[in-house]
């Protein structure tokens, strides 16, 4: 991988991360469209590292609200004393599904699952689900049912929402588009979806990054250079998440999502097309 290249797989990492449409799939479709090699599920973790640094940056006063929280908690003997220190241990039991099923089918996403019609077919499979998800929505609202804030997160709907944040083994399917879906369904206002989102994808995304680099560091720094490509795409990663991370959930507040739902629905049957007519190999 040369200098370039680790800079645009920065700059699509930091993008599309955030974005319900996938990072994975961008990184993929980027390295088949330009005739790159697939940068592959090590250096997109350890990348991954960045959108760590990203969210620790960006929800600072959540994340000291909460770990203060579950720490009086504990030292009380009270661990659920307070909705922040539920909400802490929520998140952890949320993140529960995600490693039991990353750690059984591992090979399967590092490999099989990496292949363009697999992406292809769950960039348009999200995009449905966020369909259903968006006309729920719009009907709490029209029956004026108020929709939950963070403050009125239950266990039910962490696990929910973990549950649906296993579809991002899958890359095309997206973290954020999963888990914000699931959140849209539970009954979340779409900013609380988004927020809820990033908090609960934290720790996954520490323990992939952390998991791939101690299992594949040698080949990640085998090549001279390759310790910097991958510390520049890392930095590139982090700005531009910044970015997108401010960009959706101010957008959120406003829209809905579908102009993510038009984009993965293009997406997926452009790629399709490609595919069927033997522009791109799988």
Sequence with gaps: ???????????????????????????RIVAAVLGWSDPGTAF?????????VTLLLYFWHDLVKIGTAML????????????DARLGWMIVVGTVPIVVLG????????????????????????????????????????????????????????III???????????????????TGGLLVGFTRETAARYSFLLSLPSFLG?????FAHHRHELLATQGAGLNLAVATVVAIFVGYA???????????????????????????LLGLLTAGKLAP
Excluded at 9 to 14: I, K, P, S
Excluded at 44 to 52: E, R
Excluded at 72 to 83: A, D, L, W
Excluded at 255 to 264: A, N, Q
């Design 1 to 27: 991988m040369s200098l370039w290249q680790a800079i645009v797989y920065g700059l699509v990492q930091g993008i599309t991360e955030f974005l319900p449409i996938s990072s994975a799939a961008h990184l």
């Design 44 to 52: 997109t973790a350890v990348i991954q590292l960045a959108i760590v």
């Design 72 to 83: 009086q908690g504990m030292r009380s003997g009270q661990p659920f004393v307070s909705h």
């Design 103 to 158: 750690l059984a089918f591992k090979k399967h996403v590092e490999t099989s699952l990496r292949s363009l019609y697999v992406i292809a077919v769950a960039e348009i499979g999200l995009a449905l689900a966020l369909i259903i998800a968006e006309a729920l929505e719009r009907s709490r609202t029209r029956a004026g049912v108020k929709l939950k804030e963070m403050g009125d997160v239950t266990w039910i709907d962490s």
């Design 162 to 180: 973990g549950l649906a944040q296993c579809l991002a083994l899958i890359p095309g399917a997206s973290r954020s588009g999963s888990t914000i």
């Design 208 to 212: 992939a990054g952390v998991l791939e």
């Design 244 to 270: 997108a991370v401010a960009f959706l959930m101010n957008y959120l507040k406003r829209h809905t999502t579908w102009l993510f739902i038009i984009y993965r629905l293009a997406l997926g049957i452009a």
